[in-house]
């Protein structure tokens, strides 16, 4: 009699226990497994020695796995470092996007040379060239180079040919076989007899009155005497 009853109590006494761990296992709260929790990764890779998992900031080991995100390398820890990393999972994958370069670029953006960046660069590089070539043709044409520069830089071709033509009227209006003057002083009249002679002319070419140079010559400028 005391054998059943001993062998009763051992039978409720085992019901009891596995009725408890089945109902812990049913209320313990369901950790995903590591295929289901790293759907959202992507592809799964060997570590290397010497990465360091994204969560602990500590270096994995052989067990542990590296998923590759944005073509980036993300090791990670098994356990809770993987849970915290698929719980949070773009606040992780933001520590991967480099910052940008100085235009406000990310390295996985579009490429960067568009066709607007090109035609501006090609715009820059004409405009430098007519800029040279009209800074030289305005100071053969005896003119302010600066203003041609800016116009040759942003009107190009037109600016150019602008001064090409100017720059051939006036060589036209010089007497044959002779280089224009880009530039000379306005002539006086000598007070006696009217005629036109150059301001630092000392005399007149006219009359041969004596004159009051209002000016320094070229000549003597360059130390080479004065003007008669």
Same mark, same amino acid.
């Given at each position: 009699?005391?054998?059943?009853?001993?062998?009763? &109590?051992?039978?409720?006494? #085992?019901?009891?226990?596995?009725?408890?761990?089945?109902? $812990? /296992?049913?209320?313990?709260?369901?950790?995903? !497994?590591?295929?289901? !929790?790293?759907? !959202?990764?992507?592809?799964?890779?060997?570590?290397?020695?010497?990465?360091?998992?994204?969560?602990?900031?500590?270096?994995?080991?052989?067990?542990?796995?590296? =998923?590759?995100?944005?073509?980036?390398?993300?090791?990670?820890?098994?356990?809770?470092?993987?849970?915290?990393?698929?719980?949070?999972?773009?606040? =992780?994958? /933001?520590?991967?996007?480099?910052?940008?370069?100085?235009? *406000?670029?990310?390295?996985?953006?579009? @490429?960067?040379?568009?066709?607007?960046?090109?035609?501006?660069?090609? =715009? %820059?590089?004409?405009?430098?060239?007519?800029?040279?070539?009209? %800074?030289?043709?305005?100071?053969?044409? *005896?003119?302010? +180079?600066?203003?041609?520069? &800016?116009?040759?830089?942003?009107?190009?071709?037109?600016?150019?040919?602008?001064?090409?033509?100017?720059?051939?009227?006036?060589?036209?209006?010089? +007497?044959?076989?002779?280089?224009?003057? +880009?530039?000379? @002083?306005?002539?006086?009249?000598? +007070?006696?007899? *009217?005629?036109?002679?150059?301001?630092?002319?000392?005399?007149?070419?006219?009359? *041969? $009155?004596?004159?009051?140079?209002?000016?320094?010559?070229?000549? #003597?400028? /360059?130390?080479?005497?004065? @003007? !008669?």
């Amino acid at each position: 009699m005391g054998i059943v009853v001993h062998v009763k &109590f051992i039978r409720q006494f #085992a019901l009891a226990v596995g009725g408890a761990l089945v109902l $812990a /296992a049913t209320l313990a709260p369901q950790t995903p !497994s590591n295929k289901e !929790s790293t759907k !959202s990764l992507g592809p799964r890779s060997a570590p290397v020695q010497g990465e360091i998992c994204v969560v602990c900031n500590r270096p994995v080991g052989a067990d542990d796995d590296v =998923y590759i995100v944005h073509g980036q390398r993300m090791a990670v820890h098994r356990g809770e470092c993987l849970g915290e990393l698929e719980s949070h999972i773009e606040k =992780y994958k /933001a520590r991967l996007r480099p910052s940008g370069n100085f235009l *406000g670029i990310e390295p996985d953006a579009t @490429a960067a040379l568009t066709t607007r960046w090109l035609a501006l660069g090609l =715009y %820059v590089l004409v405009g430098l060239v007519f800029a040279a070539l009209s %800074v030289n043709r305005a100071i053969n044409a *005896g003119q302010s +180079p600066a203003p041609w520069f &800016f116009a040759g830089f942003f009107l190009n071709i037109f600016a150019w040919t602008v001064l090409v033509a100017r720059h051939r009227r006036i060589a036209s209006l010089a +007497p044959k076989g002779l280089a224009k003057v +880009p530039q000379t @002083a306005a002539p006086l009249a000598c +007070p006696t007899c *009217g005629h036109l002679n150059h301001p630092a002319a000392s005399k007149c070419l006219g009359c *041969g $009155a004596k004159l009051e140079p209002a000016t320094d010559s070229e000549a #003597a400028r /360059a130390g080479l005497g004065q @003007a !008669s």
